[in-house]
């Protein structure tokens, strides 16, 4: 498959490039994504003003469980496969959660209660673009104002990254996991 938009070549402007290299770890070119958007450095740098990387209200495994799910309802595997190439293991994700994440349920057994709170927040806020208020109420019971919002704000800002991923038809990344077959 070819992407729809080709990739900007470098050299980039030195504030995308200085992104670029603060993003990717050593011995990573740039990913497709990010050289397709430096094609308009505006957009690049929304995108990237954008992102919740940093070091917020949710631990790393509780972000990777929003963004992994919310791609794979998404059936992004270009934007699964980059963060679990690059989280999986440091979050302690394995082969039943990776299954869990894209085919399974808040049900399946991997998971803590906390956690089929966010695989639930997940599925209802793809599914109805909104929150009931049992589960607000549960989700409240467990995080603060700011990391429900967090929560939100990154199931919504990974959805808009699966929109441009599959739109796009971005090729998937050399080194990146892809979906999981759905029966082990």
Known sequence: M??????????????VQALMSRTMPPGFAPLV???????????????FAGGLLDRGHLTLRQREIVIDRTTALCRSEYEWGVHVSFFAARVGFGDEH??????????????????????????????TCSLGDELWAALRAEHTEPAVLELLMLAGFYRTIAY????????LEPFAARFPATKA
């Not at 070819?2 to 504030?15: G, L, N, Q, S």
């Not at 299954?99 to 049900?107: I, K, T």
């Open 33 to 47: 994504l990010f050289t397709t958007l430096a094609r308009d450095e505006r957009l690049f740098r929304k995108i």
């Open 164 to 171: 441009l991923t599959n739109a796009l038809q971005l090729p």
């Open 98 to 127: 990776l299954r869990s994440l894209v085919h399974g349920s808040a049900e399946d057994a991997c998971w803590s209660d906390g956690e089929r709170l966010l695989i639930r927040m997940c599925d209802e806020v793809h599914a």
């Open 2 to 15: 070819t992407a729809r938009i080709a990739p900007a070549v470098a050299p980039f402007a030195e504030d």
